[in-house]
């Protein structure tokens, strides 16, 4: 059996996914999957233990060289209809990812147009499975596989990434933490692509200065020029206290991530994947609910506004009248309240830490 799966975008979506991965691989366990994805992806899709191969098709960058569009479809028609796959499953249900499905070839299984994002997708699979609304993320991508191949998703949620934690673990404290090994150490992700998402500059900047005060390390990643700008300017709150990460892979963020004793992030995907390694961190929902979108029964912890306005679920607050403005339900959440949950979180961490350390040592004899 060999599979393609297309799930073209973006982190976050990319991850709710991978235990419906895990589930394809138990129920094929000899199935070749590959996954076609957007090349800034492609990296990440590449730790599931299950993926054997990633294929990227760079749609996003042809968006301004549109008249190259047709050039790049045509080799990748070519590199699908090669792999000689079994079936496509087109776990995004957008018109755009079931065209790009249909060109290797192969029976195409999906959503139903009533679970489809886009419902005119559903045209174009052979077989398709209607998903209930409102269940999370994570649980409506594993019934699609269960409904389409009949799979057993009865186990709890398998990531696929249990090898990549333990050769991350494996190796030497990261390059871009020389130097401050022994001190206590926070990741503050700040980035997000969502306007709605952003918690306030003047929100991180006050709780910078109060991690600081308490002696923790402000470690500070970016990846764009306006989040590295951010760091900067959030690294002055924090003195010697603060530090600007170096551009990082999503490999190198994640080796920092571990070695690390907590993380504060925004809803995104990069939280998220630390949420899943199990890194103790706190993860702020403004739009969002973290019951249909956060990594649960994990480390993180989740706070939200409260706001009856809130989740809406959009990139733009319809409350304000400009881009520029914060939302509500942003700032209803206070640095101070963020501070003293990191440091319930850390006391927490700490005590499970020696906990764990005392059993250890109890079965060695110690």
Not at 172 to 184: N, T, V
Not at 238 to 243: T, Y
Request: glycine share 8%; hydrophobic share 45%; with cysteine.
């Amino acid at each position: 059996m060999k599979i393609l799966v297309v799930r073209l975008s973006s982190l976050g979506d990319i991850l709710h996914l991978f235990p419906a991965i895990s589930d394809l691989r138990r129920h094929f366990p000899d199935a070749q999957i590959h996954w076609l994805v957007e090349p800034a992806f492609a990296e990440m899709v590449g730790w599931h233990s299950a993926v054997s191969k990633v294929i990227p098709v760079p749609l996003r960058s042809h968006k301004k060289n549109w008249w190259r569009l047709p050039r790049l479809l045509r080799g990748l028609k070519r590199q699908l209809k090669a792999e000689n796959y079994d079936l496509v499953l087109d776990a995004q249900g957008l018109l755009k990812s079931a065209l790009l499905a249909r060109l290797a070839g192969v029976d195409i299984y999906g959503f139903h147009a009533d679970s489809a994002r886009e419902p005119l997708a559903a045209k174009f699979y052979l077989k398709t499975a209607s998903v209930a609304r409102g269940l999370h993320v994570i649980e409506k991508n594993r019934q699609l596989v269960a409904k389409l191949f009949a799979a057993d998703v009865s186990q709890p949620a398998d990531y696929g990434l249990y090898a990549f934690h333990q050769r991350q673990m494996a190796e030497k404290l990261p390059e871009a933490l020389a130097g401050f090994a022994g001190q206590r150490s926070i990741v503050l992700l700040h980035g997000t692509t969502w306007n709605s998402k952003y918690w306030p500059e003047s929100s991180w900047l006050a709780l910078v200065g109060l991690l600081a005060g308490q002696g923790w390390l402000c470690l500070l990643p970016w990846g764009n020029e306006q989040e590295r700008q951010r760091a900067q300017r959030l690294q002055l709150a924090g003195g010697a206290q603060a530090h600007v990460l170096p551009r990082l892979t999503l490999t190198e963020l994640m080796g920092v991530l571990l070695h690390a004793q907590a993380f504060v992030s925004v809803e995104s995907g990069i939280g998220h994947l630390a949420s899943v390694l199990d890194i103790p961190g706190i993860m702020l929902h403004g739009p969002t609910d973290p019951g249909y979108s956060g990594i649960l029964g994990k480390a993180c912890q989740h706070i939200g506004s409260g706001l009856v306005c809130s989740p809406c679920f959009k990139r733009d607050c319809p409350r304000l009248a400009s881009k520029l403005d914060v939302p509500p339900c942003q700032r209803e959440i206070s640095a101070q309240r963020v501070f003293q949950q990191c440091l319930a979180l850390m006391e927490s961490t700490a005590r499970k830490a020696l906990s764990t350390k005392d059993t250890k040592d109890t079965k060695n004899g110690c």
